[in-house]
Nanobody, 125 residues
Framework: QVQLVESGGGLVQAGGSLRLSCAASGRTFSRYAMGWFRQAPGKEREFVAGITWSGGSTSYADSVKGRFTISRDNGVNTVFLQMNSLKPEDTAVYYC??????????????????WGQGTQVTVSS
């Protein structure tokens, strides 16, 4: 069992930056691949970024590539999402998730077994 708690969301102007954190409970954090998803009002949840158990492989949605960076620190059971050059269309609730498929980034939410409660990110124009 893994419990995930996101933090770092908030209101920011377009062009600004935010850093999201996701703290995981449990001693087996390093056995999970991690992902960030987001869901805007009236839209389906979508993949944003993912990272394998070691951090050796990452993947991004085309819409955030070059602006967002996912990283993890297994020593403190935390995964991060650095978001730069934010746009109004990045406004959404952001969720972190853990997948038992530790060796490869998965893009489907069905591949993730544990979810956080979400943190709101609002980008004003």
């Amino acid at each position: 069992q893994v419990q995930l708690v996101e933090s770092g969301g908030g209101l920011v102007q377009a062009g600004g930056s935010l850093r999201l954190s996701c703290a995981a409970s449990g001693r087996t954090f390093s056995r999970y691949a991690m992902g960030w998803f987001r869901q805007a009002p009236g839209k389906e949840r979508e993949f944003v970024a993912g990272i394998t158990w070691s951090g050796g492989s990452t993947s991004y949605a085309d819409s955030v590539k070059g602006r967002f960076t996912i990283s993890r620190d297994n020593g403190v059971n935390t995964v991060f999402l650095q978001m730069n050059s934010l746009k109004p269309e990045d406004t959404a609730v952001y969720y972190c998730a853990a997948s038992r498929f530790w060796d490869k980034v998965r893009y489907s939410s069905d591949a993730y077994h544990y979810w956080g409660q979400g943190t709101q990110v609002t980008v004003s124009s």
